[in-house]
């Protein structure tokens, strides 16, 4: 019934910058938080950033002051800005975010976690 996809991954170079953006789609009544995780082969899926629904924005240490996070609410979008990128950013980069969607046939609301598919950011020369 919602259903989240990214795009903006691709090849970098060391230095480089790339700028992710993940879209939610359907039933929408309203988005929560909205966070950025990365996963590389073999290796825990942590949290990159997240960003609360007034705005509020916090960073794992390995990517403060070299990411950015943001949204824009009438697109239901959020963006990862991606600055001064290093070979140890290369990893899948899954977006999620918790929404409250709505049924057309009945005034009940749901609340749930949606994640997106993934897209692939590497950083090599």
């Known amino acids: 019934q919602v259903q989240l996809v990214e795009s903006g991954g691709g090849l970098v170079q060391p230095g480089g910058s790339l700028r992710l953006s993940c879209t939610a789609s359907?039933?929408?009544?309203?988005?929560?938080?909205m966070n950025w995780y990365r996963q590389a082969p073999g290796k825990e899926r942590d949290v990159v950033a997240t960003i609360t629904s007034g705005g509020s924005t916090n960073y794992a240490d390995s990517v403060k002051g070299r990411f950015t996070i943001s949204r824009d609410n009438a697109k239901n979008t959020v963006y990862l800005q991606m600055n001064s990128l290093k070979p140890e950013d290369t990893a899948a980069y899954y977006c999620n975010a918790d929404v409250t969607y709505y049924s057309g046939y009945s005034s009940s609301r749901y609340r749930d976690i949606y994640w997106g598919q993934g897209t692939q950011v590497t950083v090599s020369s």
């Open positions: 359907g039933r929408i009544f309203s988005i929560g938080a």
